[in-house]
């Protein structure tokens, strides 16, 4: 099983490798809307890593194409339908305004 964090909040999840990471947000008890069912189209499930990036899967073409054009993405960015975990280390997410407390 693998830790997931959230932050603000510090809820957390242990998921299975393999699960993505939007479900395992989900799992944790995050709000995050996905709005075009894991496409990489919509953005919507923006999130920043900000431990355990190697504990994900790596980015995808599509997800680095949609990326590419979305507003306020860094380094840390990734869409959560597209990312997996892959077990190999506890990874933690800040949520971008969807979840308070
Ligand atoms: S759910 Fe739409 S890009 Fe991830």
């Known amino acids: 099983m693998t830790l ?6 510090g809820h957390t999840a242990d998921v299975p490798p393999g699960t993505s990471l939007l479900d395992a947000i989900r799992s ?5 809307a996905g709005k ?3 496409e990489a ?11 355990g990036r190697k504990g994900l899967s ?15 993405v860094g380094s840390k960015s990734r ?8 077990g190999s280390e506890p990874v933690t997410v800040e949520l971008l305004g969807a979840l308070s407390g």
């Open 36 to 38: 075009c069912g894991g």
């Open 4 to 9: 997931l964090t959230l932050q603000p909040g």
């Open 28 to 32: 944790a008890g995050g709000a995050l």
């Open 41 to 51: 189209q919509c953005g919507a499930c923006h999130v920043f890593v900000t431990e």
């Open 58 to 72: 790596r980015l995808t073409s599509a997800e680095n194409a949609r990326l590419d054009t979305m507003v306020g």
């Open 79 to 86: 869409l959560a339908c597209q990312a997996t975990l892959s």
